[in-house]
């Protein structure tokens, strides 16, 4: 079974320039996130889709960043313009059920790794 | 606001020895979920915890859960090197549609 793919895996942009980063999840996973791990801490969630509707996106920064999953399948964020802060590692996960009462395991990809100049 | 405490943030021990990581959490989660991240990987799900009581043993790691007290523990048991690895724990909200993790534990085990 093939896992959650991700591109670019790393990235040099200058700040005030725009980005964009793609996530196909493991097939037939209904929920995808996206996470920003910066150095030293650990991940924090942006956005999470349930097909491609989003059921929670409290934590992102929504004057700079966007995301959509229009098909239901993979997803691309976006940052526009990046700022010096927005250096971190982009992650983007999969899971079958999303977060119900069930037992539910979250896949993650390997990540893109963003340097804001 | 949901706070997720890990502790020590970082740890050095010897091959061979037994240890518990700590995971703290300020209000009333649905989940509990342990992550492990070698360096410069993505997360690898290690055990994803319930219930109160909940207890899941995979190898040398075993992960437990008291909702009461609002804590989880990684114990590991006679460490090997290849366990050297940063570990996060993350607590899940649902009704509250939120996911908090950890700044992590750096585990380095020595030979």
């Known amino acids: 079974e093939a896992g959650v793919a991700q591109s670019p895996r790393y990235k040099i942009i200058e700040k005030r320039q725009s980005v964009a980063f793609w996530c196909n999840p493991i097939s037939g996973h209904a929920t995808l996130y996206w996470y920003q791990q910066i150095l030293g801490q650990g991940p924090k969630l942006l956005i999470q889709?349930?097909?491609?509707?989003?059921?929670?996106d409290s934590q992102l920064p929504k004057d700079r960043f966007s995301a959509e999953r229009l098909k239901g399948v993979d997803s691309t964020l976006k940052i526009q313009p990046a700022k010096l802060e927005d250096s971190a590692v982009y992650l983007c996960a999969s899971s079958s059920l999303g977060r119900g009462p069930l037992q539910e395991t979250q896949y993650f990809g390997p990540g893109t790794r963003l340097l804001v100049l | 606001e949901l706070k997720v405490e890990q502790n020590p943030l970082f740890l050095s021990m010897q091959e061979g020895k037994n240890y518990t990581i700590y995971c703290n959490y300020s209000?009333?989660?649905?989940?509990l979920y342990w992550y492990r991240q070698d360096p410069g990987k993505s997360l690898e799900s290690l055990f994803v915890?319930?219930?109160?009581?909940a207890v899941k043993q995979e190898g040398r790691l075993m992960a437990s859960l008291d909702t009461k007290a609002r804590l989880s523990t990684l114990h590991i048991t006679a460490a090997v090197h290849d366990l050297s690895a940063t570990y996060f724990c993350a607590v899940d909200m649902i009704r509250d549609d939120k996911i908090i993790f950890g700044k992590g534990t750096r585990l380095h085990i020595l030979p």
């Open positions: 889709f349930q097909n491609n509707g989003v059921v929670d």
């Open positions: 915890l319930l219930s109160n009581g």
């Open positions: 209000t009333t989660s649905d989940r």
